[in-house]
């Protein structure tokens, strides 16, 4: 009766907020991640009800220009995805992912509401619009006050405070859900961070649809009410899953762990590390078994840092590291190459929020006699396109090539990472055709003046906003499961934390590289990025992103060759190591 009930508890050191071993029975799974993802449709929801249609509201009732509106947005989201990293140290550190979670739901929603006050009471909110011409604009003096400019972008940046506590600790918390001890579990943890993706998008495309719609002819205090009112919804549906949510618990930071093996090594920088790796410092598998962690075992790579492992001088944890802690350092520092290689391709994403739409001001927006299209609606059908390319994917082609890979996934994470870049390449250079064509017809019909309509249907983006999406579906969907999957035990968090950076810096890189572009252009000539699209040279823009996002296709192959995933160690062989430890030890004591 004790053996059976001991398998009834889960096995990875996971327990409910009390601190006590949780029933596998009655937590976890689906049963859990129902809550999350349902959470994660409704967050979704309100993050793009404000971020996709931001670059309209900085220019037509904060008046920036497209350099300083475009910027002004990727800088904010940029943001968005770096403070993940304070936020997962805090969760790991001190107070756990579920508390942490609580309260940065708090200050997200008190940003949200911040937001919509900023934009519908009237000390609050800029004054009614001046036009779209650039006459109207050159006269106008309606202008937001530096009051009012500092609420709005107080409540932006409070929001961005909040997501860096949500961000980290949502996706990890649902895979956490799943205990890899148990085959069963760890199979249907494959399938998890495909629907994870499905849930984000599907929020996103009500946001892009309805919300973006309601904003532009509605009124943006609507617009924002109900994004907050949906993230209000979503922090209810994840506290009702709450008695069924499996915990990790709090333990000292991956960051500090791996900064503990980086200085022991430098430490003992000129200490010979022995070749039996055997002599290295190392706990039994008893002690990992007992506390639900996972041994892992010495490999050759970064042999540098194995000298942290060397029995030699001061006992004290920033002296001497296991095998384990080294190797787990080892693993997160070889992903780095890697995350390097997505800065440019988030640079891309970063264009669908900014440049993209605001081509799309410039074209005719009519659909019918009576019905005209907000140009943010375009990133909707990013989110059409990668769903439906999800779904492709992930009934047809994965079974396909499982037959011929032997790959549960069909193909290895990197090679779908991989088609997902070389896409980026091939939308760029559509989106400079786009833009050649759009120049090619203002100039026939004469138009030249800012705020003025290009008489070219504005589905002539179309190609590149559904391109983005089947990109997605590679590239995200990889990304995230990759950073995920390939981070060792304990330090799962951290890979989220990798795959927001690759965000937060390729959005960061994006205002970067589009204010360098803009300032040396205009001082060699003509600017290729103007206030007047209509004058400004967007394709020659285009062009040079579609030749950056080369250069990084050709150096992620070289990096992704370079790359050795993680060997899995299976439960029954650990387990089988831990009998035979065990049994060594008995027949050394008898």
């Known amino acids: 009766m004790e053996e059976r009930g001991t398998e009834d508890y889960t096995e990875d050191g996971t327990v409910d907020l009390k601190g006590r071993p ?75 992912r579920y508390r942490t979670f609580i309260i940065a739901s708090a200050v997200y929603l008190t940003g949200m509401v911040l937001l919509t006050l900023a934009v519908s009471l009237p000390n609050l909110r800029p004054p009614s619009s001046c036009g779209q011409l650039k006459q109207e604009q050159d006269n106008c003096h309606k202008r937001a006050s530096t009051f009012q400019i500092s609420i709005f972008y107080t409540a932006l940046y409070i929001i961005a405070i909040g997501t860096g ?25 494959l399938s998890f961070f495909n629907w994870w993706m499905f849930s984000i998008f599907l929020g996103t495309l009500f946001s892009n649809t309805f919300l973006v719609y309601i904003q532009d002819n509605v009124g943006w205090t609507v617009g924002y009410a ?16 709450s008695r069924y949510y499996r915990h990790k618990p709090v333990s000292v930071s991956p960051l500090v762990r791996m900064a503990r093996v980086v200085v022991a090594a430098v430490r003992k920088r000129r200490v010979v590390a022995p070749v039996d790796p055997k002599e290295l410092h190392e706990l039994s598998l008893e002690e990992y078994s007992r506390c639900g962690g996972f041994r892992v075992d010495h490999s050759s790579s970064i042999r540098i840092l194995d000298k942290a492992a060397v029995k030699s001088g001061a006992d004290s944890p920033w002296t001497l590291c296991t095998v384990t802690q080294v190797e787990q350092t080892k693993q997160m520092i070889k992903m780095i190459p890697i995350l390097a290689s997505t800065f440019i391709p988030s640079t891309m994403i970063a264009q669908t929020h900014t440049l993209f739409i605001k081509q799309g001001t410039t074209l005719e927006r009519g659909i019918g006699p009576h019905f005209q299209i907000p140009p943010a609606c375009l990133t909707a059908f990013v989110t059409i396109f990668m769903l439906l390319t999800l779904v492709l994917h992930d009934r047809f082609f994965v079974p ?100 927001t950076t690759s965000f937060g810096v390729g959005y960061f890189l994006s205002s970067f590289l589009l204010s360098t572009v803009a300032e040396v252009t205009k001082r060699n000539g003509r600017g290729w990025i103007l206030d007047n699209l209509n004058k400004s040279r967007l394709d020659y823009y285009y062009a040079f992103y579609a030749v950056l996002s080369f250069v990084n296709f050709l150096f992620f192959i070289f990096v992704a060759k370079m790359f050795v995933y993680n060997t899995e160690k299976k439960g029954a062989e650990t387990e089988l190591q831990l009998k035979e430890e065990v049994s060594d030890k008995s027949s050394m004591h008898n």
């Not at 999350?36 to 929801?45: N, P």
């Not at 509201?57 to 509106?69: A, M, P």
């Not at 009112?229 to 009702?240: D, Q």
């Open 165 to 189: 506590g949500t961000k980290p600790n949502i996706s990890t918390m649902g895979a956490d859900q799943f205990d890899d001890f148990d085959p069963k579990e760890k199979f249907r943890k």
């Open 22 to 96: 949780v029933l596998r029975s009655s937590t976890g799974k689906w049963k859990a991640c129902y809550f999350i993802v349902g959470y994660e449709v409704f967050e979704r929801m309100a993050y793009y009800g404000i971020a996709s249609n931001l670059v309209i509201y900085l220019t037509d009732k904060l008046h920036e220009g497209t350099v300083t509106s475009s910027n002004n947005v990727t800088n904010w989201i940029g943001t968005v995805w770096m403070t993940p990293l304070l936020g997962a140290y805090i969760a790991d550190t001190y107070l756990g």
């Open 400 to 499: 396909f090539l499982r037959n011929y890979t032997n790959n549960p996934r069909g193909i290895t994470l990197l090679q779908r990472m991989g088609i997902g870049f070389a896409l980026h390449v091939i939308i760029m250079t559509s989106a400079c055709f786009a833009e050649r064509r759009r120049l090619s017809v203002a100039r026939e019909n004469r138009v030249f003046e800012k705020g003025e309509t290009v008489p070219l249907s504005i589905f002539i983006l179309l190609p590149q906003f559904a391109l983005m999406g089947v990109a997605d579906n590679f590239a995200e969907v990889a990304k995230i499961e990759f950073f995920y999957d390939q981070a060792p035990e304990g330090m799962k968090s951290l890979g989220t934390a990798y795959y």
């Open 226 to 241: 109900l994004p907050t009112l949906g993230l209000a919804v979503s922090i209810v549906v994840f506290v009702l899953g």
